[in-house]
């Protein structure tokens, strides 16, 4: 892998998402881990209490997060049951292709240029990277104990993977393709996001009321945010001011000013939210609500839930198509 062309790739993709201006989603994809189902929302109207289930999918067992290519033109699905990644084209929602990884692959995140996708496989305990245009494994990297969410740093030279159940967030360079540290300890870390500069990365926990803030260039834990609630996701603002982050134990997601750091606000929403994800002009903040079986859909002006959307059972992950 070419660490120009990851660098270069990533500068071109980040000023051409700048550039868009007001993005809009035209199809939400949700995995319903119970029913071994993926639903597919048409989202293309304003008002979100109008959008509707396309279809659901049967896909493979226990699928666990749809991620969709920055260029549109993939969508990925971990198969945790099946130990799969079912490839589809968002034009058609037609499957083209099933990867095999490890044992029991989650999480997924796409490069900025939407060539290469970083994959955990938890129970392989490996980040497995993916050829996107040939739908192919690359690489696998050891890792540790249930590597959970991976990040992947502004400048593409860095990963950041949650450790869960190891207390520790583990450091990969995906250029050498390796392993470089763990940092820790961290109460059950699952989702780390770095903010827009790459100098400070924010990581969630489930095993305390903290919202861990890392040094990117020491590879310390800087500073703790106390959130009085564990948290689970996160995703930040595109101007990098805002970060959300979900409690599946408190049901709500909340509200963090980066400048500040200190938690602003609360939204509730449905019971045990999960992920929460946020579209690319802003406006909305989306949250996967496992125990109520629905999607949230926060309008992020208002700091309140625009609408509530029934899907499958067992909600786990979301992905964005957009314009």
């Not at 990533?10 to 995995?31: C, D, E, P, W």
């Amino acid at each position: 892998m070419n660490r120009r062309i990851i660098v270069v790739g990533f500068l071109v993709a980040f000023f051409s998402l700048v550039g868009t201006g007001k993005a809009s989603a035209v199809k939400l994809y949700v995995t319903n881990i119970s029913d071994n189902s993926l639903s597919i929302i048409d989202a293309e109207r304003k008002d979100p209490k109008e959008w509707t289930i396309i279809s659901t999918i049967s896909v493979g067992k226990m699928p666990h997060v749809p991620a969709v290519s920055p260029n549109g033109k993939k969508l990925y699905v971990t198969m945790a049951g099946s130990d799969e990644v079912w490839v589809f084209d968002p034009a058609t929602d037609k499957l083209l292709k099933k990867i095999t990884l490890g044992v029991k692959p989650t999480h997924i995140i796409f490069s900025p240029d939407s060539q290469y996708a970083f994959i955990s496989v938890e129970t392989s305990q490996e980040l497995a990277i993916v050829d996107v245009a040939a739908d192919s494994v690359l690489a696998k990297i050891p890792i540790g104990l249930e590597p959970h969410v991976p990040a992947l740093s502004p400048d593409g030279k860095l990963i950041y993977v949650g450790g869960g159940p190891g207390n520790v967030l583990f450091a990969v360079d995906p250029l050498a393709r390796k392993m470089t540290g763990k940092i820790g300890p961290l109460p059950v870390p699952h989702v780390p996001v770095f903010d827009v500069d790459g100098k400070t990365a924010y990581v969630t926990g489930r095993g305390s009321n903290d919202l861990n803030l890392i040094n990117v260039q020491t590879g310390k834990i800087a500073s703790k945010i106390d959130l009085g609630f564990n948290s689970h996701g996160s995703t930040l603002t595109a101007d990098g001011r805002t970060l959300y982050v979900s409690s599946e134990a408190a049901n709500v997601v909340g509200i963090i000013d980066t400048q500040s750091q200190k938690l602003v606000d609360k939204v509730p929403v449905g019971e045990f939210p999960h992920l929460v994800k946020l579209s690319r002009d802003g406006r909305f903040a989306f949250t996967t609500n496992m125990k109520a079986n629905t999607i949230s859909v926060i309008d992020a002006a208002e700091k309140k839930v625009a609408a509530s959307l029934k899907v499958g059972n067992g909600p786990g992950g979301i992905a964005i198509l957009e314009k």
